[in-house]
Nanobody
Framework: QVQLVESGGGLVQPGGSLRLSCAVS????????MAWYRQAPGKQRELVAS?????????NYADSVKGRFTISRDNAKSTGYLQMNSLQPEDTGVYYC????????????WGQGTQVTVSS
């Protein structure tokens, strides 16, 4: 069974940085596209960043995080990352890691989420 465990969240002041990690176990990470989503209180879950290995490693970012966030992965460690710089209060929310199989259409998994709070 595929399991995703996020870590790296916490409380940070505006302008600060955090790096989220998503450790994947139970399957070959190489065969999954990955993405990070977030959900702020009272709002719907939104896509923050994605990295598609089926598209040659192309990345996609929400307009609100372009130039500040960077998604990456280390297949040898079966871990994905989200580097977040210049954090703002509006970045506050629960961040979720998602992987989607490039072999089996529609097969995807979610992590449990990690809280990020940006506040002075």
């Amino acid at each position: 069974q595929v399991q995703l465990v996020e870590s790296g969240g916490g409380l940070v002041q505006p302008g600060g940085s955090l790096r989220l990690s998503c450790a994947v176990s139970g399957s070959l990470f190489n065969f999954y596209n990955m993405a990070w989503y977030r959900q702020a209180p009272g709002k719907q879950r939104e896509l923050v960043a994605s990295l598609s290995i089926s598209s040659g490693g192309s990345t996609n970012y929400a307009d609100s995080v372009k130039g500040r966030f960077t998604i990456s992965r280390d297949n040898a460690k079966s871990t994905g990352y989200l580097q977040m710089n210049s954090l703002q209060p509006e970045d506050t929310g629960v961040y979720y890691c998602n992987v989607e199989s490039i072999v089996v259409r529609g097969r995807g998994y979610w992590g449990q989420g990690t809280q990020v709070t940006v506040s002075s």
